[in-house]
T-cell receptor
């Protein structure tokens, strides 16, 4: 599976959009981009995933660049409860397990 | 989605002893996964457990230290054997959703070895 690079930490003001970047320059054609988050003392929670098109659900939007070498997770109106570690994971469609990197610790401030 | 429970939620154990962690899912799933999260670190995959076959262990993890059982499609156990303080971690199980690529995680078992 391709490796991902994320900034170790980010801050965001409450009510503003949080944009979390992820680089995955070695991604191959059949690999998806997944985002999970882990709120303190809980198991990771699925947020969203995509292959090449931008995706949106009730939690977030995922923007994937045309060359697929990077992506951005957008939380449109961050709340204090969005404070968590966010993991960007690249996984092929023939793999079943998730390989977690270090993630980005997002702190939403009042 | 799948709802996953783990027992115990936390435990404090003495070195040299063993602890068995249980993972129960509310639906039948083919594959279950066990992860370890050491203090302040990310998650590391220990092994993949399919029902009816031996678990597949990742590099650095061996069956003698982390034996896994998978007796049916809704249950699995992970045993941490002959524990040392370095085994102090959160242990999480996860499953893949039926017909989807999402993985669902249990709440984790926080283990402290003294």
């Amino acid at each position: 599976d391709a490796k991902t690079t994320q900034p170790p930490s980010m801050d965001c003001a409450e009510g503003r959009a949080a944009n979390l970047p992820c680089n995955h320059s070695t991604i191959s054609g059949n690999e998806y981009v997944y985002w999970y988050r882990q709120i303190h003392s809980q198991g990771p929670q699925y947020i969203i995933h995509g292959l090449k098109n931008n995706e949106t659900n009730e939690m977030a939007s995922l923007i994937i660049t045309e060359d697929r070498k990077s992506s951005t997770l957008i939380l449109p109106h961050a709340t204090l409860r969005d404070t968590a570690v966010y993991y960007c994971i690249v996984r092929g469609d023939n793999n079943n397990d998730m390989r977690f990197g270090a993630g980005t610790r997002l702190t939403v401030k009042p | 989605s799948a709802v996953i429970s783990q027992k115990p939620s936390r435990d404090i154990c003495q070195r040299g002893t063993s602890l068995t962690i249980q993972c129960q899912v509310d639906s039948q799933v083919t594959m279950m996964f066990w992860y370890r999260q050491q203090p302040g670190q990310s998650l590391t995959l220990i092994a993949t457990a399919n029902q009816g076959s031996e678990a597949t262990y990742e590099s650095g993890f061996v069956i003698d230290k982390f034996p896994i059982s998978r007796p049916n499609l809704t249950f699995s156990t992970l045993t941490v054997s002959n524990m040392s303080p370095e085994d102090s971690s959160i242990y999480l199980c996860s499953v893949e959703g039926q017909g989807s690529y999402e993985q669902y995680f249990g709440p984790g078992t926080r283990l402290t070895v003294t």
